[in-house]
T-cell receptor, first 111, second 115 residues
Framework: KNQVEQSPQSLIILEGKNCTLQ??????????LRWYKQDTGRGPVSLTI?????NTKSNGRYTATLDADTKQSSLHITASQLSDSASYIC??????????FGAGTILRVKS | SQTIHQWPATLVQPVGSPLSLECTVE??????LYWYRQAAGRGLQLLFY??????ISSEVPQNLSASRPQDRQFILSSKKLLLSDSGFYLC??????????????FGNGTRLTVT
């Protein structure tokens, strides 16, 4: 069954600290993997898209990694800010219009 | 630049009443359009997608339908709402299929509560 599992479900960190969110998937065939940020009550916003051949991709303080062999991805947030508080969603694309969404990790950054 | 508008932002409807949610995209032509539903603690579920005017693909059999009367307009409807239709509905667009290396662009969603 095509699945995307994210961990932890939720996370609380202090402002200025780093954190890493995990994503494991069993989706096949694989086209690309995406990370989205979703603020409460808003639509998700794309952070990164990585294809099979890409191991690392950065977007400002966000760095995503992909290990296609172990089917794992991570999103690392550096020097967290209060505005980073959101749900982070891992999405794996198969082909066509088929995307498999993870349930998300809820991150709360405290001052 | 491209923008996506989705309305209303919140909606409370009684069971058995009809539903119409509208989504429009500006700044692009012939986008692929999508309706997703997001339940608390679960991943987004694709309901419908459209690759052109009048072309609708349904992913999940349910109490809902979709229509695309114009190139950049996508409508989600129901004739009679069920309690289970409550949720957060998101419209999205992409250039080409969502499975390719182009991002999905989401609207800000409609929070539907069926009472």
């Amino acid at each position: 069954k095509n699945q995307v599992e994210q961990s932890p479900q939720s996370l609380i960190i202090l402002e200025g600290k780093n954190c890493t969110l995990q994503c494991n998937y069993t989706v096949s065939p694989f086209s690309n993997l995406r990370w989205y940020k979703q603020d409460t009550g808003r639509g998700p916003v794309s952070l990164t898209i990585m294809t099979f051949s890409e191991n690392t991709k950065s977007n400002g303080r966000y760095t995503a990694t992909l290990d296609a062999d172990t089917k794992q991805s991570s999103l690392h947030i550096t020097a967290s800010q209060l505005s980073d508080s959101a749900s982070y969603i891992c999405v794996v694309s198969q082909s066509g219009n088929k995307l498999v969404f993870g349930a998300g990790t809820i991150l709360r950054v405290k001052s | 630049s491209q923008t996506i508008h989705q309305w209303p932002a919140t909606l409370v409807q009684p069971v058995g009443s009809p539903l119409s949610l509208e989504c429009t995209v500006e700044g692009t032509s012939n986008p692929n359009l999508y309706w997703y539903r997001q339940a608390a603690g679960r991943g987004l579920q694709l309901l419908f997608y459209s690759v052109g005017i009048g072309q609708i693909s349904s992913e999940v059999p349910q109490n809902l339908s979709a229509s695309r009367p114009q190139d950049r307009q996508f409508i989600l409807s129901s004739k009679k709402l069920l309690l289970s239709d409550s949720g957060f509905y998101l419209c999205a667009w992409s250039v080409g299929s969502a499975g390719r290396n182009s991002p999905l662009h989401f609207g800000n969603g409609t929070r539907l509560t069926v009472t």
